[in-house]
């Protein structure tokens, strides 16, 4: 082989190497990309849930208000997204030729009982009787020369019930909120800049506010059942609904 072709031959397996590391970093930088879309994602379908359960709370529909939390826990869940965290940032180090970040994980941060280090909006049952009991504080007197204050005092204690319970439902929205506008733009902004430490305990936020959601449910759950038990028609077609189908069971029990 003449020297021409033998360094033909080498420049042509230079260029086969070079589109071989070409396709593998193409490859990392989509693997990554790919990562990263779905974090993001995940952000979009959080925001989704509360632009959704605004509807179902106006509308006292407490079925899907249960299912969105219950989505909500599912796509947040560490043990998903953290893999996806890590993967993204070891592909990152391995394209940039920077050290390879620490993943370790700080379990103590993801413990259900270490939520008190986190901020997010909380209420209690005694939240919500402290404001019932401050909006009928000025009927705890009957008048006896009011022909129409029982009939007044009913019905400040029914708009003091349905405000109780759109406190509980205003409240899983401020979770949803907190964690779809504020948490989560963090960890992927945390993720973006190669911020592993920040981005697990924005993720160990999320999840300490997705887990109180449950509850946060329950109590809107036990104060809407409380309004309806007062005045089923507050509810509206939820109500005629609630209050068709107790009537069918009542017809069944007796026939």
Do not use: C
Not at 113 to 137: C, I, K
Not at 170 to 183: A, Q, T
Request: without cysteine.
């Amino acid at each position: 082989m003449s020297e021409i072709a033998k360094a033909v031959a080498a420049l042509e397996e230079q260029a086969a190497e070079a589109r071989e590391l070409r396709q593998t970093i193409e490859r990392i930088e989509a693997e990554g990309d790919a990562h990263l879309d779905e974090l993001r994602g995940i952000g979009s379908a959080i925001l989704h849930l509360h632009f959704d359960l605004d509807n179902q709370i106006a509308e006292h529909d407490y079925s899907a208000v249960e299912q969105a939390v219950g989505t909500l826990g599912g796509l947040v869940d560490v043990a998903e997204i953290l893999p996806k965290i890590d993967a993204f940032l070891l592909l990152t180090s391995l394209l940039e030729g920077t050290p390879t970040p620490d993943l370790t994980v700080p379990i103590g941060l993801f413990k259900a009982g270490e939520t008190s280090v986190f901020e997010h909006p909380r209420l209690t049952q005694e939240d919500l009787d402290r404001q019932f009991q401050n909006e009928m504080a000025d009927w705890s007197d009957p008048d006896e020369q009011d022909d129409r204050w029982a009939e007044d005092h009913e019905t400040a204690e029914h708009e003091a019930i349905r405000n109780r319970a759109h406190r509980a439902g205003r409240h899983l929205m401020e979770l949803f909120d907190h964690i779809g506008d504020n948490l989560w733009p963090e960890l992927i902004e945390s993720v973006e800049t190669g911020r592993r430490d920040d981005a697990v305990r924005a993720l160990a936020a999320v999840a300490a506010a997705a887990r109180d959601a449950r509850p946060a449910y329950k109590l809107y759950e036990v104060n809407l059942s409380a309004q309806y038990t007062a005045n089923p028609s507050s509810l509206g077609a939820m109500g005629e609904y609630l209050s068709d189908f107790e009537t069918w069971l009542m017809s069944q029990r007796h026939s």
